[in-house]
Structures are given as structure tokens and as C-alpha cells.
């Protein structure tokens, strides 16, 4: 496989053909191997236009939506960003590439193992991955200029609205539930917050204690 041409053709057609116009966000993606983070009987498909099963019933996200979520943060390279969901870690390296850190949570254990190895084989080391109820966000750690949330919440957080920065943290999130999710963006100005609703989406539950209780065994 030309995964190198298979990559600079899903961010000409799937991202740049679709309106995703930050230039840094279409370099990460242009410059991250996705095919890494995805297992090996799903990796002629790393490159499609589509989510994909990582284990442990969860996903990694589309391409488009991973730019997406990522050009809402209008990130620089100076910040420092909370991720919420590591899953195999597609996204964390993405985020690694536009801003100086990265904390980033996971609830399964095993996929945030898996995650830090995916990183570390990339040399990939701004980023840190803590095992925990990402609902509470990270607040030794903050403030944040952006959080990004991978897993779909019944309403906002309450303790991530507060770890954002006074001076325009941005918060993107997927609210809802079942197949009724849209993606959102806040901003924070002082004590002031806008929300903007972006687009439907379709992500899997944010599981904690700001998010939905734990599916019944
Ligand atoms: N960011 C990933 C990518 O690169 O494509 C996709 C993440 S997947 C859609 C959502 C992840 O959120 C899953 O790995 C799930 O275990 C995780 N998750 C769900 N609830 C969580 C919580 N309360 N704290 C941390 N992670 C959580």
C-alpha cells in the first residue's frame, strides 16, 4: 500500500474538498500515519471515509470529523489542550502536532496502553495520557485553551466549562444522545460563554460522572 498517497488523497478530496480550511489541521493530517492507529484487519480501510472499531466497543473517529473538531479549537501551537476520549490515540497525535500539550484521558485501560504505544512508536512527546473518569476533566493541570470531548455527553460538563481559559477557551463537544448528538462549540470570555451548535453527529456515550452511567453487564 501507498499509505503516504492514500493519505494525501483523503485530505484533498475527504477534508479539503469539504471545507476544512486550516492550513496546519490539513498539514497534521496530511503528516500523521492514521493507518497506525487503526488494527491490522481494518487497515486497507485506514484511509476511507469512516470511523472504525478499535476493540472494547469503541471507534476511532472519522477523518473529517477528527479535522473538524480540530480546526473548531483554532489552535496555533502555543496551547495547551484537554482531550476527553483518548481511544487508540489518532486524535491525540493530531493535537500533539497543533498545539505544545497535550493531556488527554481514557477510561478503558486498555486502550490508553494501547494509545501511549501508538504515540511512543510515532516519538510523539508532548503528550500525556491519564487513565480516569474524563467527565471531571483534568483540573490540577488547567487552565486549558482548548477541550476536546470524543465521546458524546447527556449536557455540557459542568467542571470542564470551569478548567477552560478566562481569555477565549474553547470547549468542542458532542450533546445529546443516540441519534440525536450535535456537535458544539463553547467559548469562554471571563465569566462569559457562548454557544454555538456545529453539525449532527454520531459518536459513542461519554461514560462518568458528567456523562451517561455505565452500561449494565
Ligand atoms: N479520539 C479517538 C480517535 O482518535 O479517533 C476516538 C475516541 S472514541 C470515539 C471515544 C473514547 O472515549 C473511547 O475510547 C471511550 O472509552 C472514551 N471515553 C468514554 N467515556 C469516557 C470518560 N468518562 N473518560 C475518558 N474517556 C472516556
Redesign the pocket.
Known amino acids: 500500500m501507498d499509505w503516504q498517497a492514500l493519505r494525501h488523497n483523503m485530505v484533498a478530496e475527504q477534508l479539503a474538498g469539504r471545507g476544512i480550511t486550516d492550513s496546519r489541521v490539513l498539514d497534521a493530517m496530511r503528516h500523521v500515519p492514521r493507518h497506525i492507529f487503526v488494527p491490522e484487519e481494518h487497515q486497507h480501510l485506514a484511509y476511507e471515509d469512516t470511523p472504525l472499531p478499535i476493540g472494547?466497543h469503541?471507534?476511532?473517529?472519522q477523518p473529517f470529523m477528527?479535522a473538524l473538531m480540530s480546526q473548531l479549537l483554532a489552535l496555533d501551537g502555543h496551547e495547551r489542550v484537554l482531550e476527553?476520549?483518548?481511544?487508540?490515540?489518532?486524535?491525540?497525535a493530531i493535537l500533539g502536532y497543533l498545539a505544545k500539550f497535550v493531556y488527554s484521558?481514557?477510561?478503558?485501560p486498555s486502550?490508553a496502553g494501547m494509545a501511549y504505544e501508538h504515540l511512543k512508536a510515532l516519538n510523539i512527546t508532548n503528550v500525556h495520557i491519564t487513565i480516569?473518569?474524563?467527565?471531571y476533566g483534568l483540573p490540577d493541570k488547567c487552565p486549558y485553551e482548548g477541550i476536546m470531548v470524543?465521546?458524546v455527553a447527556p449536557q455540557v460538563p459542568r467542571p470542564l466549562v470551569s478548567q477552560l481559559s478566562r481569555a477565549g477557551g474553547r470547549l468542542v463537544i458532542p450533546i445529546g444522545r443516540g441519534d440525536k448528538q450535535e456537535l458544539v462549540l463553547i467559548q469562554r470570555q471571563g465569566d462569559q460563554y457562548t454557544q454555538n451548535k456545529i453539525t449532527p453527529v454520531r459518536?459513542?456515550?461519554?461514560?462518568?460522572k458528567f456523562?451517561f452511567q455505565p452500561p449494565e453487564d
Do not use: H, K, W
Open positions: 472494547d469503541q471507534t476511532i473517529s477528527v476527553i476520549g483518548t481511544g487508540c490515540g489518532y486524535q491525540t484521558i481514557e477510561r478503558i486502550l480516569a473518569d474524563g467527565s470524543t465521546a459518536f459513542v456515550p461519554l461514560i462518568g456523562g
